[in-house]
């Protein structure tokens, strides 16, 4: 992935001057990432067109990346024009580009059809190529440290937006002779809010008739939906689970994850208890270190109890700071002993290289300042 040399941003006075043509024709067109297999075989036989051009299109989306109907040149042309009419391959339009200085990261904003926005990010690591992608526009969780949370929420995303960013990230991973990775469910929003979408996303990029990517490249994560933990318990999946934990009590995480009021550690511990028992996988517990609020010896302590016999790991990721809030990052004093002292304890612990801070790569960080919020 080559970094850019500046921020490519499309202005607000640029977007009203197309959108309203562009978003007209999109508006009478639906999206063919938010139909599936079945549903564009129905009706693809109903045009009178043989079995096997839903293989042929689905080819065309899902492993060749098509960003149009007129590139799919195995088709006959009445085909792609009729594609054309009635469907759209463009569920997102780039708002902004921003890559890290280092060039190992780039945080995207989208725009989508009825005008919200969304990020996505991207991670280049010496091993693996990631996308961090969103599920939804803002959030309802209402977490104070996190930008998107104070945004508060929008509306869920379709599973067509939620793959067309693993799409795009595919694509943009592809250009640098790369081959995307990993899927992490990290971005703006809370997944098991938008249960149905989600997973539906996730079984259409997994299909070897499409994206074909294994189960084990996809991180779910959630502050604690407890329903949704045991949901996804039982869906015979082998995506990993990650849980953003953020705090070792409940006084503490009532404060900084505010759904612990409804679904509080004596819950959330027993249901991942169940997700590793029903698949087999460790979990994931995300701990966002906040300068001598939830980082100080004791909570260590607290920390090492509430997940003993538990097979998790605890990634410890220092704050990444939004702009306005009073909440700091850990010193990597602080940082280092917390994590010694969780090594100590014998919990499996790593600290988490922090990413994109100098283009807010953090969780709606980009968006909260576009629309200033």
Request: proline share 5%; with cysteine.
């Amino acid at each position: 992935m080559h970094p850019v040399s500046s921020v490519v941003e499309l202005s607000d006075t640029f977007w009203s001057s197309v959108s309203g043509q562009a978003g007209h024709m999109l508006s009478r067109r639906e999206s063919l990432l938010d139909w599936n297999w079945e549903s564009l075989r129905d009706l693809l036989t109903s045009w009178g067109e043989p079995s096997f051009r839903v293989e042929q299109v689905w080819r065309w989306v899902y492993r060749s990346l098509a960003r149009d109907f007129e590139g799919m040149r195995n088709l006959p042309a009445t085909l792609r024009a009729r594609l054309a009419e009635r469907f759209h391959l463009e569920a997102l339009s780039l708002l902004m580009d921003t890559p890290s200085a280092d060039g190992e990261t780039r945080k995207l904003l989208f725009r989508l059809s009825d005008g919200q926005t969304i990020e996505t990010v991207l991670m280049r690591y010496e091993r693996r190529h990631t996308v961090c992608i969103s599920t939804q526009v803002g959030c309802a969780m209402g977490c104070p440290f996190c930008a998107t949370g104070q945004g508060g929420f929008n509306r869920n995303l379709t599973a067509g937006e939620i793959v067309a960013q693993v799409l795009f990230a595919a694509r943009a991973f592809r250009e640098d002779g790369a081959v995307l990775s990993n899927v992490v469910m990290m971005g703006m929003g809370e997944p098991l809010a938008n249960y149905e979408a989600t997973l539906t996303a996730v079984r259409r990029l997994m299909d070897e008739r499409g994206l074909n990517m294994g189960g084990r490249r996809f991180t779910i994560s959630t502050v604690g939906i407890v329903p949704g933990i045991r949901r996804l318990s039982n869906e015979g999946l082998p995506v990993a689970l990650a849980v953003s934990l953020h705090a070792p009590n409940d006084a503490l995480r009532d404060e900084l994850v505010p759904i612990n009021r409804h679904y509080p550690l004596g819950q959330l511990v027993p249901a991942c208890n169940e997700y590793v028992a029903q698949t087999g996988r460790r979990v994931t517990f995300e701990y966002a270190l906040i300068d001598e609020m939830n980082d100080l010896l004791e909570h260590a302590h607290q920390l090492a109890d509430l997940l003993r016999g538990l097979r998790c790991h605890v990634n410890l990721i220092p704050l990444n700071p939004t702009s306005g809030s009073p909440y700091k990052a850990s010193s990597p004093a602080r940082v280092q002993t917390f994590h010694g002292a969780l090594k100590r304890l014998h919990v499996p612990t790593t600290v988490r290289l922090r990413r994109g801070i100098d283009i807010q790569a953090g969780c709606g960080q980009l968006r909260s300042q576009v629309h200033g919020t």
